[in-house]
C-alpha cells in the first residue's frame, strides 16, 4: 500500500491550502481514510475521516468548521480542504488508511507551515 500526500506548503494566517492523497495497492473504496497530523515532539493528532461512501466525515475539534475532508473512489484519491488557516494548524500531515476502527497504513506526510 503506498499513500502520497502533498498539497503543503507554506501560507500565512486566514490562507487556504487543499491536501491531496493518492491511494495505490489497496482497494481503496473497501477503505475508511483520514488525516492525521503532528508537530515534531508531540503526539500525532487526528484531523478527519471519512467513511467508504464519503457519507459519514468526522473531524478533531481543532479543525471543525474550517476543514473538510473528501474523496473520489473513482480516483482512489482523499482530499483535506484546509481554511481559515491558523499558525497552530502547522504540522506534517498524514493521509492514513482505516479499516474498521483500526488505523491501518501510514503515508509519508506533507508539511504545512502557517505563519502568523
Known amino acids: 500500500v503506498q499513500l502520497q500526500a502533498s498539497g503543503g506548503g507554506l501560507v500565512q494566517g486566514g490562507d487556504s491550502l487543499r491536501l491531496t492523497c493518492a491511494a495505490s495497492?489497496?482497494?481503496?473504496?473497501?477503505?475508511?481514510m483520514a488525516w492525521f497530523r503532528q508537530v515534531p515532539g508531540k503526539e500525532r493528532e487526528f484531523v478527519a475521516s471519512?467513511?467508504?461512501?464519503?457519507?459519514?466525515?468526522n473531524y478533531g475539534d481543532a479543525v471543525k468548521g474550517r476543514f473538510a475532508i473528501s474523496r473520489d473512489n473513482a480516483k482512489n484519491m482523499v482530499y483535506l480542504q484546509m481554511d481559515s488557516l491558523k499558525p497552530e494548524d502547522t504540522a506534517i500531515y498524514y493521509c492514513v488508511t482505516k479499516w474498521g476502527s483500526t488505523f491501518v497504513n501510514w503515508g509519508q506526510g506533507t508539511l504545512v507551515t502557517v505563519s502568523s
Open positions: 471519512i467513511s467508504t461512501s464519503g457519507n459519514i466525515r
Open positions: 495497492g489497496l482497494d481503496f473504496r473497501n477503505y475508511g
